[in-house]
């Protein structure tokens, strides 16, 4: 089964790209509203024990580079979800 999610593309911008160990993902956040949720998502996982899990890189106007081990995958795309950042996520 794999998960997919859906978010609104007129207040954010996500492309991914998968490898054999990580997942990395291009996002722009393009709502002032939701920058506060997309600094709550990195505070998590840079504050958490694992340091390797999910890797931030902010670039100027809210664009990040985010790369995602594949074991921690679903916790960052429920995490976004968490935060309001996708609008849906299901297994298909």
């Known amino acids: 089964m794999e998960l997919t999610y859906r978010y609104n593309k007129d207040v954010m911008e996500i492309t991914e790209?998968?490898?054999d160990t990580d997942v990395e993902f291009?996002?722009?956040?393009?709502s002032e509203e939701l920058w506060p949720g997309m600094k709550k998502v990195q505070r998590f996982f840079e504050d958490n024990r694992v340091y390797t899990?999910?890797?931030f890189y902010a670039y100027?106007?809210?664009h990040y580079r985010v790369i995602v081990r594949q074991d921690y995958y679903v916790d960052f795309i429920l995490s976004l979800l968490k935060?309001?950042?996708v609008e849906s996520a299901e297994w298909t």
Do not use: E, K, M
Not at 26 to 30: H, M, P, S, T
């Open 53 to 55: 899990d999910v890797l």
């Open 17 to 19: 790209a998968a490898s």
């Open 60 to 62: 100027a106007d809210h």
């Open 83 to 85: 935060h309001r950042l």
């Open 26 to 30: 291009d996002i722009r956040v393009l």
